[in-house]
């Protein structure tokens, strides 16, 4: 039996961009969850409430936190990042930090909705790690 592919039967995943403040940054390390070793990056961002309905109209699910409008942007690869100026940025992106995240969907799940895969990482404004927070 041949089987025969068309274009209808490839979903073509365009880069996208978003921005928002960072609340959980695992760029360096995989997640954990519940012990084990999830094999992904990621980065969960807190966005404005237009953008969230951007990506909730394309079938993205998005968490509402305190009222903040909530994703988790995740990749299997290392993730590009970048500093405002486009140099290269090291280590883990603080809490409260601006960025702006370069992403892909991928086809939707009947029930966990479109995903979103991160690309790469651009720290707009760096937020301040206060003593307290080291010093606990």
Do not use: C, W
């Amino acid at each position: 039996v041949q089987l025969m592919l068309t274009n209808e039967d490839y979903l073509i995943m365009s880069s996208q961009v978003i921005e928002g403040l960072v609340n959980f940054s695992n760029v360096t390390k995989h997640d954990v969850f519940n012990g084990q070793d999830t094999g992904t990056f990621s980065m969960t961002i807190t966005m404005s409430e237009d953008d969230a309905a951007t990506l909730a109209a394309q079938g993205v699910k998005i968490k509402e936190y305190e009222g903040n409008k909530q994703r988790k942007f995740k990749s299997k690869y290392t993730i590009g990042m970048y500093n405002s100026e486009g140099d290269r940025f090291e280590g883990e992106v603080p809490y409260n930090s601006r960025v702006r995240l370069k992403y892909k969907t991928g086809p939707a799940h009947p029930v966990h909705g479109t995903p979103v895969y991160l690309e790469a990482v651009k720290v707009l404004e760096l937020a301040e790690v206060s003593e307290e927070a080291v010093d606990f």
